[in-house]
C-alpha cells in the first residue's frame, strides 16, 4: 500500500491541509445555473422567438434543487470536492434545455412526448437520492460490508430484464424492466453496485492476487482461489449482457473490471492479458454474431449502408451529418435538425448538441466529463484507505469508459453501442444511478479531504520517557 | 495504488483527448466534404429554406421566393410557368434544373464572390439571401414565340430560339409541350414526386428543353449553310447561275432512291443552269445537292463546324446536345446532307447560329443566356461579356448569302416572314422525319433587318395538328419568325 494510506498523518506532516471551499463551490453553482437556465431562454428564444413564460419558474426550480444540494453538501460533506457537484449541475441543466428543444420540434412534427418535464422530475428525484446517500452514508468505508450482497443484487438486477413478465425488450437490447407504470434499466443501478463489490472483493485480496501464484510467460498468474469468485462474478455479468445484446454495457463491465484489478495489484500484466482477451473476444464475436459483423461494417463504412438494409447506418450518418453542419460554432438553437437523429434525446443527444452548438459546445461538454472524471481520480489518490480509492478509480473509470463508448460511438470513432450520456441523455435510470455516483464520490472526497485526525503529534505533553511516535 | 491510478488518468486524458480529436475532425475537417454529401438531407433542407435571388427577365423575375409560413420558410414560385420553364427550370425539394441548377451558387448565396455580404450576414445574424440572375432574354420576343408556336393547336411540340447576332445573346427561347415548375417547387412533396413521375413518363416530354435537346433534320434550311459554303470556297456568287433541275441522280446511285427531285418546284430542266436567287428562294435541292458535292466533304463539314455543328458551346442551361455534320461521308451522302438530310441534325438553337453567323459577317458568337449576376443587393458581380465562338466564313461570303437569304423572303418560299418596311433574309425548311407515320419537321430560320441584322430567329415544328401537306416550313413558321423579329425591332 502507498505511503500517504500507510501513515494517516502525512498530510499535516506535509503541512497541507484541503480548504473546504465551499465558497468556491456556491460560485461555481452560480455559473452552472447560468449554463442551465441560459440555455434554457436561449431554446426559447432560438424555437419560439420569445423567452419562456415559465423561465422563473424552471429557473427557480433548478436553482432550488442545487442550492438544497449545496447546503446539504455544507453541513454533511463540508470538506467534499468543490467541483463535482457544479460540472455535474451544468452537465443536467444543459441536458434538459436541449432535449425541451427537441421536445419543441417533436411537438412541431405532432408527436409531443415532454421528455423535458419528465427529465425534470428524474433529477429532482436524482437529488433527492443524492441528499439521501450523503445523509445516510456518513462513511464510505460502510459499503465494504456489502461487497457480497451488492454483487449478488448486481446479479439480480441484470438478470431482471430476462424474467418473463417485467423484461422488456427495446430495440434488440432486452436491458429494460417495467414495474407497472415505472420502466427502469437495472444495468444503470448494477454498475454502481459492480463497483462495489469489485472494491470490496480487491482490497481485501489485491496482495493475494498480486503475489501469490505462479509466472507463466512473464505474466503473474494468481491463484485460482483468488481470482476464482471475481472472474465468474465478471463472466456472470458479462454472459448476461451479451445474451441481452447490450454491447456497450459489456464493454463497460469488461473494462471496469480490467482497471480495477490493475489498479488493485499494480500489475501492469493485466491490462496486456485483458486487451488480448479483449481483441480476440472481439474477434470471435465479430466472426460469430452476424449483428456484431454488421454493427462494425457499418462502422467501417457508414456511407456505404446509409439508405440500405433497414438503414442501419442512418442513425451514425444523420449524426456525422448534423455535427457537420453545426461546424465550430454551431447551427442555433432552433436552426438545425437534430431531429433527424433517432433517439437524439438519449444516445444521440451529443449529436445534437454538435450541430446546434457546434464543436466549441462539444468541447466543452467532453472537458466537463474530463473535470468529472479528473475530480474522481484525483480523489482516489488523496483518499486514505485502499477501499475508497478502489471505488472513486471505478466510478471515475466507468464515467471515462462511458463518456468514450457514447460520445465515440455518436461521432463514429468507434462501433455505435448503445449508452446513456452521463447527465446529458433523457433516461431515469441513468440520471439517477449517476446523481448517486457523484454522491459517492463526494462522500469519498470528503473523507480524503478530511484534515487527518490530530493524533498524539504533541510530544511535549508527554514525558521524555514516552513512546516514540514512529513516523514512517 | 496511486501509480497504477496515475496511469489510469493518463489513460483516461487520451481517451477524451481522442474525443476531442475525432470532434474536430469531424465538425471542422471533415465538415465540407458531409456538406457536400449528395445524400445529405439537412443541406438540402436549408438550401430548399433558404432566400434564393430571382430569376430575372428585363425588371420582372420569372422566378423567385416568397416566404411561406411552413417549415421550408421560402416557397419558389414562378410567375410566368409555361413560358420560361425551360429557361429557368424547377427547384424541388429533389432535383433543380435549367438556370436554377446551373447558377445555383449565385441563386442559393453560396457563390464565394457572394462572401462580402454572407459575412456581413453572418455579423447581423440574418440567414443569406442569394443573388439575382439576369436572363438576356427580351420579354416581348419571348412572349411573341410562345404565343406564336402556342397558337400551333394544344399539341404542338416545338421549339423557337432568336439570338442578338453581334453579341450571341439569346432573346427568346421557348420550347412546347412545356410544364409548371411551381407544381414540381412545391412542399406536398408528395404531389411532386407524382407530378415529376407523370411528367417524366409523359411520351411528349414536356420535360424536354427542345431548343438545346432535341436535334433533327434541318432539311432545306441547311441550304444556307451550303449556299455559304459554295459562295466561301470561291466558286459562286449570288447573282451566279448555279445547276438547276427537275431531278438529280446522286453519284454512285441508280434508281428512285438515290434520285433527288424538288417536289414539283420550279427549278429548270436537268442539266440547265438557273440563278442563284430562284435555287434559294425555290429550295432546289437539285441545286443544293450538286453544290455540296461540287464543295466537298471536308469543306462541307468544315463550315458546318465554324456555326458550330459537332462541338459543346452552350453552358447555360443543361445538358446541350451538339448537332451533328458526318465528317467522313461519301459523294452520295454529301449530296443528301448538303440538302440537310442524311445524318445531319441540327437543334434549333444551332440553327439560329446559323443564321446569326451569316447575319454578322460570317462571325458566330458564342450563345448565351445570362446577362447579369447580381448580389442581393443588385450590385452585378458578372456581367458576361459577348464572345466569339468562330469566324464561319468570310464577311463578303455572308452579304452573298444574305441577299439569297433576302430574294427568298421577297419572292420565294419564305415570303411568311416579310415586315412591312423592313428588309428580311430567311429560308423554310421541310425535312422528312424518315418514317412513314410521322409527318416531316417543319423549320424556319430567319433574320432581320438583311442589312443591320438585330435579330436571328430559329423556329423548328417537331410536330403539330395541322395537314400533312401543309406542314411546309413557311406556313407556320414564317408568321411566328416574323412575330418574333418585329417584337425585337419594334
Known amino acids: ?472 | 495504488m496511486n501509480k497504477p491510478i496515475r496511469t489510469i488518468s493518463i489513460f483516461c486524458l487520451l481517451l477524451f483527448l481522442a474525443l476531442m480529436i475525432n470532434a474536430t475532425y469531424l465538425q471542422y475537417w471533415k465538415a465540407g466534404q458531409l456538406n457536400d454529401d449528395p445524400q445529405n438531407r439537412r443541406v438540402l433542407v436549408a438550401a430548399y429554406s433558404r432566400e434564393r435571388g430571382a430569376i430575372q427577365v428585363g425588371s420582372k423575375a420569372v422566378a423567385q421566393s416568397v416566404e411561406s409560413d411552413d417549415q421550408y420558410k421560402f416557397q419558389r414560385t414562378y410567375p410566368k410557368p409555361l413560358e420560361y420553364a425551360p429557361l429557368t427550370g424547377w427547384f424541388s425539394y429533389y432535383s433543380a434544373t435549367g438556370i436554377e441548377q446551373t447558377r445555383n451558387d449565385v441563386l442559393s448565396g453560396e457563390d464565394s464572390r457572394l462572401f462580402v455580404t454572407k459575412l456581413v450576414d453572418l455579423l447581423s445574424n440574418d440567414r443569406t439571401k442569394g443573388g439575382n440572375v439576369k436572363l438576356t432574354i427580351d420579354p416581348a420576343a419571348q412572349d411573341a414565340a410562345y404565343n406564336g408556336l402556342k397558337a400551333l393547336g394544344p399539341d404542338v411540340q416545338g421549339s423557337v430560339v432568336a439570338l442578338e447576332p453581334n453579341t450571341g445573346k439569346i432573346l427568346a427561347m421557348v420550347s412546347l409541350p412545356t410544364y409548371d415548375p411551381n407544381k414540381l417547387a412545391s412542399h406536398d412533396l408528395s404531389s411532386v414526386q407524382d407530378t415529376f413521375t407523370r411528367l417524366d413518363k409523359d411520351p411528349t416530354q414536356p420535360l424536354l428543353n427542345r431548343a438545346i435537346q432535341t436535334r433533327l433534320p434541318p432539311g432545306s434550311t441547311f441550304k444556307i449553310l451550303t449556299a455559304a459554303a459554295a459562295i466561301d470556297k470561291g466558286l459562286y456568287k449570288a447573282d451566279d447561275p448555279v445547276p438547276g433541275g427537275v431531278t438529280f441522280q446522286l453519284p454512285q446511285t441508280s434508281g428512285v432512291t438515290g434520285e433527288i427531285d424538288n417536289e414539283g418546284r420550279s427549278c429548270g430542266a436537268n442539266g440547265a443552269r438557273i440563278p442563284f436567287t430562284q435555287a434559294m428562294g425555290q429550295s432546289c435541292n437539285t441545286t443544293f445537292a450538286q453544290l455540296a458535292i461540287e464543295v466537298g466533304a471536308e469543306d462541307m463539314a468544315k463550315t458546318a463546324e465554324g456555326f458550330g455543328f459537332n462541338s459543346h458551346y452552350f453552358d447555360d442551361l443543361t445538358p446541350q446536345a451538339e448537332s451533328v455534320f458526318p465528317t467522313d461521308a461519301n459523294e452520295p451522302q454529301i449530296g443528301q446532307s448538303g440538302i440537310g438530310q442524311f445524318e445531319v441534325a441540327a437543334t434549333p438553337l444551332q440553327m439560329a447560329m446559323v443564321a446569326a453567323g451569316i447575319a454578322n459577317g460570317g462571325t458566330v458568337m458564342r450563345p448565351y443566356l445570362v446577362d447579369e449576376e447580381q448580389s442581393a443587393d443588385l450590385d452585378v458581380i458578372q456581367k458576361t461579356e459577348p464572345q466569339e465562338l468562330s469566324q464561319a466564313v468570310s464577311a463578303t461570303t455572308a452579304s452573298e448569302v444574305t441577299k439569297l437569304m433576302v430574294a427568298t423572303v421577297n419572292e420565294g418560299t419564305a415570303s411568311p416572314a416579310a415586315i412591312q418596311g423592313i428588309q428580311v433574309a430567311g429560308k423554310t425548311g421541310t425535312a422528312q422525319s424518315g418514317q412513314p407515320d410521322k409527318p416531316p419537321y417543319a423549320w424556319f430560320v430567319s433574320f432581320a433587318p438583311a442589312e443591320n441584322p438585330e435579330v436571328a430567329v430559329a423556329v423548328m415544328i417537331q410536330s403539330a395538328d395541322i395537314p400533312r401537306g401543309e406542314i411546309a416550313g413557311g406556313t407556320y413558321g414564317g408568321p411566328i419568325a416574323k412575330a418574333v423579329m418585329e417584337a425585337v425591332i419594334k
Open chain 1, 1 to 472: 500500500m502507498s505511503q500517504v494510506a500507510a501513515s494517516p498523518g502525512s498530510s499535516s506532516l506535509m503541512g497541507f491541509v484541503h480548504r473546504r471551499r465551499r465558497g468556491a463551490e456556491l460560485f461555481l453553482l452560480v455559473l452552472a445555473l447560468a449554463v442551465g437556465i441560459g440555455a434554457y431562454a436561449a431554446v426559447g428564444i432560438g424555437v419560439e422567438e420569445k423567452v419562456p413564460a415559465d423561465l422563473v419558474g424552471y429557473g427557480g426550480w433548478l436553482a432550488a434543487l442545487v442550492v438544497i444540494a449545496h447546503v446539504v453538501i455544507r453541513f454533511v460533506a463540508p470538506y467534499a470536492d468543490p467541483v463535482l457537484l457544479p460540472v455535474v449541475a451544468a452537465l443536467n441543466g444543459l441536458g434538459l434545455a436541449v432535449i425541451h428543444r427537441l421536445d419543441l420540434a417533436k411537438e412541431a412534427d405532432g408527436r409531443f412526448h415532454g421528455y423535458a418535464q419528465q427529465q425534470l422530475t428524474w433529477m429532482t428525484l436524482g437529488l433527492a437520492l443524492f441528499v439521501a446517500t450523503l445523509l445516510l452514508l456518513r462513511d464510505h468505508r460502510v459499503l465494504q460490508r456489502f461487497t457480497y450482497t451488492s454483487g449478488l443484487a448486481a446479479i439480480v438486477l441484470l438478470l431482471l430484464p430476462m424474467v418473463p413478465g417485467i423484461g422488456k425488450q427495446v430495440y434488440g437490447a432486452r436491458i429494460w424492466i417495467h414495474l407497472g407504470p415505472f420502466n427502469f434499466q437495472p444495468g444503470e443501478v448494477a454498475k454502481v453496485l459492480l463497483v462495489v463489490t469489485f472494491s470490496g472483493y480487491l482490497v481485501l485480496h489485491r496482495d493475494a492476487l498480486a503475489l501469490a501464484g505462479r509466472r507463466v510467460l512473464f505474466v503473474d498468474l494468481p491463484r485460482g482461489r483468488d481470482l476464482g469468485p471475481i472472474l465468474a462474478m465478471w463472466a456472470v455479468s458479462l454472459g448476461i449482457l451479451v445474451f441481452q445484446r447490450d454491447l456497450g454495457s459489456s464493454l463497460l463491465f469488461f473494462g471496469l473490471f480490467l482497471v480495477m484489478l490493475y489498479v488493485a495489484t499494480e500489475r501492469p500484466g493485466w491490462l496486456v492479458v485483458g486487451a488480448l482477451m479483449f481483441v480476440g473476444g472481439a474477434t470471435a464475436a465479430y466472426l460469430l454474431f452476424p449483428h456484431v459483423t454488421e454493427r462494425f461494417d457499418i462502422w467501417l463504412h457508414p456511407f456505404d449502408y446509409y439508405g440500405k438494409n433497414g438503414d442501419q447506418a442512418f442513425q451514425p450518418v444523420e449524426a456525422q451529418f448534423g455535427m457537420g453542419w453545426g461546424g465550430l460554432i454551431g447551427r442555433g438553437f432552433g436552426e438545425g435538425d437534430p431531429n433527424r437523429v433517432p433517439f437524439a434525446e438519449s444516445d444521440f443527444i451529443v449529436a445534437a448538441i454538435g450541430e446546434e452548438l457546434g464543436l466549441a459546445a462539444v468541447m466543452a461538454v467532453i472537458l466537463l466529463y474530463g473535470l468529472i472524471v479528473e475530480r474522481a481520480l484525483r480523489t482516489a489518490l488523496i483518499c486514505r484507505d485502499g477501499f475508497g480509492k478502489l471505488v472513486a478509480t471505478g466510478l471515475g473509470s466507468i464515467f471515462a469508459l462511458q463518456v468514450f463508448v457514447v460520445v465515440g460511438g455518436v461521432t463514429s470513432l468507434i462501433p455505435l453501442t448503445g449508452l446513456t450520456t452521463p447527465f446529458l441523455s433523457y433516461g431515469g435510470s441513468s440520471l439517477i444511478a449517476n446523481w448517486v455516483i457523484v454522491a459517492i464520490l463526494l462522500r469519498i472526497s470528503d473523507q480524503a479531504r478530511r484534515p487527518a485526525p490530530q493524533l498524539s503529534d504533541d510530544t511535549t505533553a508527554i514525558g521524555d520517557d514516552a513512546t516514540q511516535i514512529v513516523r514512517l
